[in-house]
Nanobody
Framework: QVQLVESGGGLVQAGGSLRLSCAASGRTFSTRAMGWFRQAPGKQREFVAACSRSGTSTIYADSVKGRFTISRDNAKNTVYLQMNSLKPEDTAVYYC???????????????WGQGTQVTVSS
């Protein structure tokens, strides 16, 4: 069992930055790929970014590539999402996800956090 708790969301102006954190419980953090998804009002949940168990391999949605950076600290059982050059269309609830592999995240199963709201004003 893995419990995930996100933090760091908030209200920011367009062009600003935020860093989200996701703290995981349990001893299996380093054995799981970690990712971020988001869901805007009236829209389906969508993939944002993911990293491998070691953090050396990362992938991003085209919409955030070059602006967002995912990283992890296995000693702290925490994964981060640094979000720069934020746009109003980045407004959503952001969810942390843990799964066996990055590829497995495509099924959107695994473990989920409760989400943190990010609002970008124009």
């Amino acid at each position: 069992q893995v419990q995930l708790v996100e933090s760091g969301g908030g209200l920011v102006q367009a062009g600003g930055s935020l860093r989200l954190s996701c703290a995981a419980s349990g001893r299996t953090f380093s054995t799981r790929a970690m990712g971020w998804f988001r869901q805007a009002p009236g829209k389906q949940r969508e993939f944002v970014a993911a990293c491998s168990r070691s953090g050396t391999s990362t992938i991003y949605a085209d919409s955030v590539k070059g602006r967002f950076t995912i990283s992890r600290d296995n000693a702290k059982n925490t994964v981060y999402l640094q979000m720069n050059s934020l746009k109003p269309e980045d407004t959503a609830v952001y969810y942390c996800n843990a799964d066996r592999t990055v590829e497995a995240m495509a099924t959107m199963n695994g473990y989920w956090g409760q989400g943190t709201q990010v609002t970008v004003s124009s």
